[in-house]
């Protein structure tokens, strides 16, 4: 049975290992794990004290020998390096009184190929006081510790990519959502946009149903959270306002199979700073029947939807006064004559004396001027009308569904708030010349607006000659 055993079976005699472990005794040695950790040489002492007696066929092949003789020649070959340490656990155990001892570790066979092994030991029946008899077994697990490394490198590796990415990732388990949306298909709904029409207080319970499993670093740098537990309960601070309406859209997609999907979205930092991603969301491979392992990566574009705002702003606006162009005041004049409504009333206004200024004092006064122009008339403006820059010193104001009635009310509004600006700033008097024209039935929007400017023009007439006259 010994030799045909189909684990490595060792017979050893330690004898010797007992009497020095005596005599450390009567010399008061108490704690034998201390001793042996101030001089690893006393552990190899210990290791050279154990007397092979026997092994089995399967040792010799294990560790590529040819007999016994060859394998006690080169134990030193065989037993090195990381053995050490846990050798000595192997001698604490014995020094501690039991009979029975195990450790997991390192042996090399003669080519230098490393075995990763489990050890048991135990002293034979009848050698226990003179411990001559020990049987080791050793089980080869090379394959399984091989395999349980590389499986170790790879979880490390996976999470040095999760926590390293330059995108915000976040894992979650999307399992109770795949079921919330199964009973609906159950119940025989067949068109779910409808249904989330109809029920949107579903939306918001798969929202809540969600279980983030972890983040990595760039989210917690993102979304300003000192830490992953500090995030996980403040989600309700970064998913809210304008979320669930994307978040819909993707139910949409995950009712119609779409397990891979990117779209733009907009959250929140815990600091309240609005944040907008590109999310792509992934079922992972293999969870595909039940959503239990979900990837969603978030690519910051804050910056490009912050430049495409700006230059959105800078199409429609002017630079100067912040008031909308002439490109843009021309666009809706065109959607009013489509779609009014009606009456539209529109206001011409000029700048009074920007040549003036502009040469007696410098441009910067005259842009001085129409920048209080620009903070004025947005000022008076309501949101239903706009006022626009529409040349040099030109303005226009357009009031859809306003009569006469209000296009007068409006032009007493911008008088009065000039007045006001005035006493902020009287260095150089704000004034405007102002013409107002109201539709007419079946008049286009270009006549009313000459009208307006024609009237301008009398006002405007009529501002000088009271100049001069003073």
């Known amino acids: 049975m010994f030799e045909l055993a189909p684990v490595s079976l060792w017979l050893e005699d330690y004898t010797e290992l007992k009497a020095l472990f005596d005599g450390w005794r009567r010399a008061g040695i108490a704690d034998l794990r201390a001793y042996l950790g101030e001089d690893f040489d006393r552990v190899r002492l210990c290791a050279s004290k154990l007397k092979v007696v026997k092994v089995n066929a399967k040792t010799l092949a294990l560790y590529e020998v040819a007999n016994l003789d060859e394998l006690v020649a080169n134990l030193g070959r065989i037993f090195r390096d990381d053995m050490l340490l846990t050798h000595l656990e192997e001698l604490v155990q014995l020094w501690d009184g039991k009979t029975l001892f195990a450790s997991d570790t390192v042996n090399y066979t003669m080519s230098g190929r490393r075995l990763d092994i489990q050890l048991k030991g135990s002293i034979l029946p009848g050698h226990e006081e003179s411990w001559s008899r020990v049987l080791v077994a050793i089980d080869d697990v090379t394959d399984r510790e091989t395999a349980r490394r590389k499986l170790s490198v790879s979880e490390d590796y996976a999470h040095g990519l999760l926590q390293h990415s330059p995108v915000s990732l976040w894992v979650e388990d999307f399992s109770r959502v795949k079921q919330l949306i199964d009973e609906v298909r159950e119940r025989g709904i067949i068109d779910f946009r409808v249904f989330t029409d109809v029920h949107p207080e579903f939306v918001q319970r798969c929202m809540s149903e969600i279980r983030v499993i972890d983040v990595n670093r760039r989210t917690l740098e993102l979304f300003g959270a000192p830490s992953k537990q500090v995030l996980l309960q403040r989600l309700g601070d970064i998913f809210r306002d304008g979320m669930a309406q994307p978040f819909r859209e993707q139910l949409i997609d995950l009712w119609d199979g779409k397990l891979f999907q990117q779209r733009e979205v907009v959250n929140y930092a815990l600091d309240g700073t609005e944040l907008y991603f590109l999310m792509q969301f992934s079922v992972l491979p293999g969870r595909e029947h039940n959503w239990s392992l979900v990837q969603v990566a978030l690519t910051d574009i804050t910056a490009r939807k912050k430049a495409e705002a700006y230059l959105e702003f800078l199409g429609k ?25 009606w009456p539209v009333t529109i206001i011409i206004a000029d700048l009074n004396g920007l040549k003036s200024s502009n040469d007696h004092h410098g441009h910067g006064v005259g842009d001085e001027l129409l920048r209080r122009a620009g903070e004025v008339l947005a000022q008076v403006v309501e949101k239903s009308g706009c006022a626009a820059r529409i040349g040099g010193d030109e303005f226009a104001i357009i009031m859809p569904g306003a009569d006469e009635h209000a296009g007068e009310a409006m032009m007493n509004d911008v008088h009065r708030l000039a007045e006001l600006n005035n006493q902020f700033h009287g260095a150089t008097p704000l004034s405007f010349s102002m013409g107002a024209a109201t539709s007419r039935r079946g008049e286009r929007l270009d006549a009313v607006a000459r009208r307006a400017d024609a009237e301008m023009y009398d006002a405007k007439r009529r501002y000088y000659e009271e100049r001069y006259r003073g």
């Open 317 to 341: 606006h002017d630079v100067l006064t912040k008031l909308y162009n002439r490109s843009f005041y021309v666009d809706e004049i065109n959607r009013l004559e489509r779609k009014g409504p």
